[in-house]
């Protein structure tokens, strides 16, 4: 019987596939495995073509077939029952799991933008950091107005050791931006507070000396707000915004490793006698000076509380305070770092009382229990890396979406978000340490259900893993009944070796 011409082209379609998908098979099998698939295509095509079947429905499936040659071959060339013990070895290993969290951390840094605004904190626009100081003040009083501040700063600038002393004064307000406002911290400083610290401006120009006489509605942007509400447009420069409902005009925007104060202070205005009368809390305001050479803050801190003394200013149970411009910024991102330690410390003491025991029986010998708890150490930190990324992340972007730019609250926020979110990654990083070989680390495989949860108090009840390298076997209770009901492992010896593939 001569098979009609599209069946024929049928069959020669699918030999030239399997033809092709042949050479992937080793060379002394690659002969018999073809003939072995193109003899059961033929007789395919000539049962479709017999029984009239051969239509659009049966080809595509013969095609299929077809196509599923080169991955029959790839397996023909490597065994895949070895081939998938190691692959699941792989992904039960401790070097496994560390590369995927490692990964993640890298992928979620590379998406946040994190690293521009940690390479900000770790350089400084400030020349001789060393050299400025800001003088604090600290007490019970909680208000200080206008003319207090600046009566004390010409106090203070009298004092033969700085060269000069600049007072600010830092609060909430509101910049309208396109018909809509954003809350913000602006901050009001003397004419010549940018001339203290030495701090040029990335664009435009800084406040300077005498613009309380040229330039008394004059105002500085911040390098945040300037991107996220200005689009990083260097033409805002010279142009007009609103803030606290008055008109100004934005004469330059600051570098972006520019922290000092308070990072998320968004503009920056004048303070001059001439404003109207203010009272802020006492925390948000202060003075910056410049200190001559060779002058040591101690020194600066009691010549300063005399001048002050001396002013007529004694506050009660009241302490002025002198700090470098280096170390009031070192402040802030070592006390953003312990509250980031207490809320893992929070979370720590949470997974804890909830998880009712730890992370199991560590291995006996000392290597091994070094690398034990190492692997474990190195999986929380990256966990909480990661989740505290997440969390940052997270409230940023949330912040710009709701209101247009960074509230000022965004990292305290975050840091409670992060408290919520890191209980999960600790649970698992314990639950998973506990299920994991004592010897290789290996994930343990094979769980058993062994006992009746109704007999705890008579009998064992709970789970058995076994090593799948037969290291040994691990025993996890389902519940506590008392203090021998615990986690138990179990090293097996040689003996035991024949039932493994690899050991």
Known sequence: MRIPDPVQRTFLSCRALIWLASWIVPREQRTGWREACTRKVWHWCQFLAESRQLNRDKKLELARFCWSAFAAAFWQRYDREQFLQRQDRLRHSPGFCLSAIALTLVLLTLISGVV???????????????????????????????????????????????????????????????????????????????????????????LREGDDQTCNSCVVLSDQIWRLQFHSDPAIVGQTVTLDGAARMVIGILPRNFHLLSPEIAVWTLLDSRSPPFSNFVERIGAVARMKLGTAQPRVEADLADLTENAGYVFPASMLTV??????????????????????????????????????????SLRDRFRWWLFFVAKSILLLLVTGLLAWTTVRWLSIYLVGTIHPMTNGIAVWLFLVLSVAPLSWAIYDQQRRCRVCLQRLGTPIQIGAPGYVLLDWSGTEMVCPAGHGVLYLPDSQANWLERDRWDNLDDSWAGLFHEK
Not at 163 to 176: H, M, R
Not at 344 to 350: D, F, H, K, M, S
Request: aromatic share 8%; hydrophobic share 45%.
């Open 116 to 206: 521009p605004v940690v390479g900000s904190f770790l350089s400084s626009a400030i020349p001789n950091p060393d050299r400025v100081c800001v003088i604090s003040l600290n007490g019970k009083f909680r208000r200080v107005r206008s003319e207090t501040l600046l009566d004390l700063a010409s106090a203070w600038r009298s004092s033969k050791l700085i060269e000069v002393v600049a007072p600010y004064s830092w609060g909430p307000g509101s910049l309208t931006v396109s018909r809509h406002t954003v809350p913000i911290l602006s901050a009001r400083v003397a004419p010549g507070f940018f001339q203290v610290l030495g701090l040029r401006a990335a664009h435009g120009r800084t």
């Open 323 to 364: 700090t470098s411009g280096a170390a009031e910024m070192r402040r802030y991102v070592v006390s953003f770092a312990l509250f980031i330690l207490l809320a893992v410390g929070c979370a720590a003491l949470i997974v804890y009382a909830r998880s009712g025991s730890a992370i199991g029986r560590p291995p006996s």
